[in-house]
C-alpha cells in the first residue's frame, strides 16, 4: 500500500466505496488523516464500515471541516450535471480530487525520480498498459502495474528511485489529477467517446491532453486528427514530443512499415524491432500499441535489446484477441471485448480467412459498417438477440447459420474450419455486440467461449495471458 502522507493530520471527505474507494480510504487514513466517507449504495457503506472506514451522509456533515475531496473517477464530475456530492464540495471551496492525484502527490513526496509512464487514448489503453508493464517485468525492473487496468494505484508499493510505475488511466481519473506530471505520458488516440459525461468533443480532448502536457516527455499517436494538432501545440510549448504513427512514415519519432518498426530522425530511418511471428500483436492497431510501447520504455532507460526481448514475450491481454488455442492448422481467438463494430474492426482487419463468432445484444448500427471485411469470412455463426438482425445485414455477401450459443457456434465454426483449405483458418469470437443478453458481462461471455475451445478433443491451449 502507498500511504497518503500528504493528507496527514487533515480530514478527508470520500464518495465511492468500490474496491479502489476502500483501498483508498484505507490508504489516506495509513498516512495519518481521518476520512469520513459515503457511497450511494448502503452495501458499499456497509463494507466499508466492516473495513474500518468512518462512514456518514456526506449530505449532512460539515464542509468546512474537510481540506480535501476524493471523488471516484466514476461518479459525474460535469455531465450530464455535477453529482451532488460535486456541488457541496465546490460551495465550500473544497478541492476535488482522485486516486491517481494522491499517488502522483505521494510520489512527488518520496521520490519523483522513480520511472512512471501513464497511458490514456480513446482505444488500446489496457493492450499497450500490460504490454509496457511485461517489458519492463521482464528485463528484471521492479515494475508495478495499476490505475485504470484494474488493480487501484494507492495498493501499489511505494515510490523508490528503482521502482517503476505503469498506470493506465481513463479520462475520468485525468480529470481528477491536476497534478498528473509522469517521466513519459502517452495519448494513443482520439475519437468520440463518453461524451455524456465530457459533454463535447472539445472537452474530451482538454482532458486527455492534460496527461501528456504534464510529462516530461510526450508520447503522442498522430493517425486522427485531434492528436496530430496536440502533438503540434504541446510542441510548440517547447513540451519534448515523440509522435508514433502505425499508418504513416514520420520524420522524426517511430512508424510502422508492415511488420517492422522503424525510428526515424531528420528523415532517417532505422529497423528498431519487427512484429513478425508475435501472435499476441497481430494487426495494424497492434503496431501503435508497440510503437508506444517501444518509445515509453526508451524514455525511461530501457534498451531496444531489453524491449524487443518484451516484445517477443508478450501473452497478450484476456478477451482482447486472445489466441486461445489450436486445434490442427486451426486458430482460436478471444475477442470478447469488442463489444461494437467499431471495436472488432481490428480483429477482422487482422486474419485472412475468418470463422466469424458474432453477436449478442446490439449497439446502435450493427455490423454494416464492417461490410469491407465481409470478405475475410469464410462463415459466420450467429448469437444472440443480433443474429436475425447481422444475417439480413451479411446477406449474401458472406456465408452464415444462426447458432444461438457460444458452444453450438465454436462446435460448427471447428468443423468447418477442419476442412478449410487455407494455411491458418480462424475461429474468431469478435462480438460487436454487449453480452447482457446472454452473459453478465464480456469476461464471462469469453470465459465461455474459452472452456467451449478447451473441450474440443485435440485442442491444444496458448497459455500465459495477463488479466485486466
Known sequence: MIAAH??????????????????????????G???????????????????????????????????SFVLSPGVPLTHPRPHWTVDLARASGVEIIGDIELFVRERNLADKNSPFIAITGTNGKSTTTALIAHIINSAGR???????????????????????????????QIDLAPSLNPTA?????????????????????????????????????????FSATMADRLERTGKPVIRISKRMPIRDGYFAEGVDLIF????????????????????????????????????V???TEEINAGLRTFPGLAHRMEQVA?????????DSKATNAEAAAPALSSFPRIYWIAGGLPKE????????????????????????????????????????????????AARDAAKDGSSEPVVLLSPACASFDQFQNFEKRGEAFRSAVLALAGASPIGGLLNG
Not at 474496491?19 to 495509513?30: L, N
Not at 466517507?37 to 457503506?45: F, G, I, K, R
Not at 495498493?155 to 523508490?160: G, R
Not at 455490423?367 to 465481409?374: H, K, P, R, Y
Request: with cysteine; proline share 3%; hydrophobic share 45%.
Open 365 to 412: 448500427g450493427g455490423i454494416a459498417s464492417l461490410s469491407a471485411f465481409f470478405p475475410r469470412i469464410a462463415k459466420a455463426y450467429l448469437i444472440g438477440e443480433a443474429a436475425p438482425q447481422f444475417a439480413a445485414t451479411l446477406g449474401g455477401a458472406a456465408p452464415f447459420e444462426i447458432s444461438g450459443t457460444i458452444g453450438a457456434a465454436v462446435d460448427h
Open 6 to 31: 500528504s493528507m496527514k493530520d487533515q480530514t478527508v471527505a470520500l464518495f465511492g466505496l468500490g474496491g479502489s474507494g476502500v483501498a483508498t480510504a484505507q490508504a489516506i487514513i495509513a498516512g
Open 142 to 172: 521492479d515494475m508495478q502495474l495499476g490505475g485504470n487496468i484494474g488493480t487501484a494505484v494507492m495498493t501499489l508499493d511505494p515510490p523508490a528511485v528503482e521502482r517503476y510505475y505503469v498506470v493506465e488511466c481513463s479520462s475520468y
Open 326 to 334: 489450436r486445434l490442427g492448422k486451426t486458430l482460436f481467438v478471444n
Open 264 to 299: 526515424a530522425r531528420n528523415g532517417d530511418k532505422k529497423v528498431v524491432a519487427s512484429l513478425a511471428g508475435i501472435g499476441s500483436l497481430r494487426g495494424e492497431h497492434n503496431a501503435q500499441n508497440a510503437l508506444a510501447a517501444f518509445a515509453a520504455c526508451r524514455a
Open 33 to 67: 488523516a481521518k476520512v469520513i466517507a459515503w457511497d450511494d449504495n448502503p452495501e458499499s457503506v456497509t463494507r466499508a464500515q466492516n473495513a474500518g472506514i468512518e462512514t456518514a451522509d456526506l449530505r449532512k456533515v460539515d464542509w468546512k471541516q474537510f481540506s
Open 301 to 303: 532507460g530501457l534498451s
Open 185 to 225: 505520458g502517452i495519448l494513443l488516440n482520439l475519437t468520440p467517446d463518453h461524451l455524456d459525461r465530457h459533454g463535447t468533443m472539445q472537452h474530451y480532448t482538454d482532458i486527455k491532453e492534460r496527461l501528456v502536457a504534464g510529462s516530461d516527455t510526450a508520447i503522442v499517436g498522430v493517425d486522427d486528427s
